[in-house]
Nanobody
């Protein structure tokens, strides 16, 4: 069983920064992990992911150059550094984990509860 707990969300002004964290426990060691987000009334979208070997995959053009995914393998914590935040980045951000390669659009079996990010303009 895998447990994923996100933290770091909150309210920030446009142009500001936040760093999200996802603490993984259970059988998450060695899994690829990723960040998704879902705005109200919209579908969930894959932001970025990182494979077990550290290779990152960016899936959302609108955040490229502003968001960076990383992972502390020793602590099994996934991060999402978000800079120059915009109002359209508002949503619930979810952490996910699963075995196998990280590709945009892939299915993840394990999910966290999500953390709310609100960007005021």
């Amino acid at each position: 069983q895998v447990q994923l707990v996100e933290s770091g969300g909150g309210l920030v002004q446009a142009g500001g920064s936040l760093r999200l964290s996802c603490a993984a426990s259970g059988r998450a060691g060695g899994m690829g992990m990723g960040w998704f987000r879902q705005a109200a009334g919209e579908e969930r979208e894959f932001v970025a992911g990182i494979a077990w070997n550290g290779r990152t995959t960016d899936c959302l053009d609108s955040v490229k150059g502003r968001f960076t995914v990383s992972k502390d393998n020793a602590k099994n914590i996934l991060y999402l550094q978000m800079n120059d935040l915009k109002a359209e980045d508002t949503g619930v951000y979810y952490c996910a984990a699963d075995w196998g390669a990280i590709t945009c659009g892939r299915y993840f079996a394990n999910w966290g509860q999500g953390t709310q990010v609100t960007v005021s303009s």
